[in-house]
């Protein structure tokens, strides 16, 4: 296949960029695979890649550990579940721009039911960030820049996010927010907190009641894709925490509203009816 070995050709001949070669060529295995569409022989996938098999399946050994690769029964070499996870992300139509038009169309309803405001936030590196805000037809109007980041400690938002990542990447900006290098107090605040993502990885939805802002409650509700959600299903968790902690969580929908268009007493009712919005857009 002309496509797999022109990036061998080319990582062996270029001499103004440095790369690993070795990645490349088990890149273009991966390729072939990809490409071919269906399980191959060991033989076929050296064939394509003018490769001796024993040398090729060095290639196939360490794509299989990293589950980007399978073998079956009958010998054959296909796929694994990291490329298909991929491939619900960005190859096959259900991509980011797909899933932000998708969220912003629930968004658009949930707010014509509640007459709330209602935000999109996506995960980076830095903590939650508002990529979608639709206000509500009324004169109360919460308005909250898009590229706003959400505080990990008082918002629903970062609150339900922090509750579902990892405690080594959780902590640090917990800490930044807190703002003191007491020992004392940093432990002290850290066990309340990690009892607060426990009772929302229970609950499955985080809320404020005037937090942030003095009579305005808010309702934040996980949205894990349902592509992803069956890929990992299967796979172990550790940390003795419930498996939805573990689900590649991107995605989060904030309801904001007063005390009287949220009472905390019809929270769960709200939950329900905003899940079921998201079902009916396949993104939950």
């Known amino acids: 296949m002309p496509v797999a070995k022109s990036l061998i050709d080319n990582s062996a001949t270029s001499k103004n960029q440095s790369g690993v070669q070795s990645l490349e060529i088990g890149l273009s295995i991966l390729d072939v695979l990809i490409e071919h569409n269906e399980p191959m022989m060991l033989k076929d996938i050296g064939q394509v890649m003018q490769m001796h098999p024993a040398k090729c399946h060095r290639y196939l050994v360490s794509l299989i550990r990293k589950d980007y690769a399978r073998k079956l029964s009958d010998g054959r070499y296909g796929l694994g579940e990291r490329v298909n996870a991929l491939a619900a992300l960005g190859h096959t139509g259900y991509n980011q721009n797909n899933v932000l038009e998708r969220l912003t169309q629930v968004a658009n309803e949930i707010k014509d039911i509640f007459n709330c405001g209602v935000q999109i936030a996506k995960w980076f590196s830095e903590g939650p960030i508002i990529i979608q805000s639709v206000e509500p037809d009324s004169p109360i109007s919460i308005i909250t ?46 066990q309340n907190f ?27 509700v996980p949205i894990i894709l349902p592509q992803l959600a069956s890929i990992t299903a299967s796979q172990p968790f550790s940390n003795d925490k419930p498996s939805v902690e573990s689900l590649p969580l991107e995605y989060a929908i904030t309801i904001i509203g007063t005390t009287e268009q949220l009472p905390m007493s019809k929270q769960r009712n709200v939950v329900e009816q905003i899940i079921a919005i998201a079902q009916r857009y396949q993104v939950a």
Do not use: C, H
């Open 145 to 190: 820049r898009i590229g706003s980041r959400m505080p990990l400690t008082t918002s629903a938002t970062g609150q339900l996010f922090a509750s579902y990542q990892p405690d080594m990447v959780v902590k640090p900006l917990v800490m930044a927010e807190w703002q003191t290098k007491n020992d004392a107090v940093i432990a002290d605040k850290w």
């Open 194 to 220: 990690t009892q607060l993502q426990a009772k929302i990885r229970t609950q499955g939805y985080a809320t404020v009641t005037g937090d942030m802002l003095m009579g305005i409650n808010a309702i934040t």
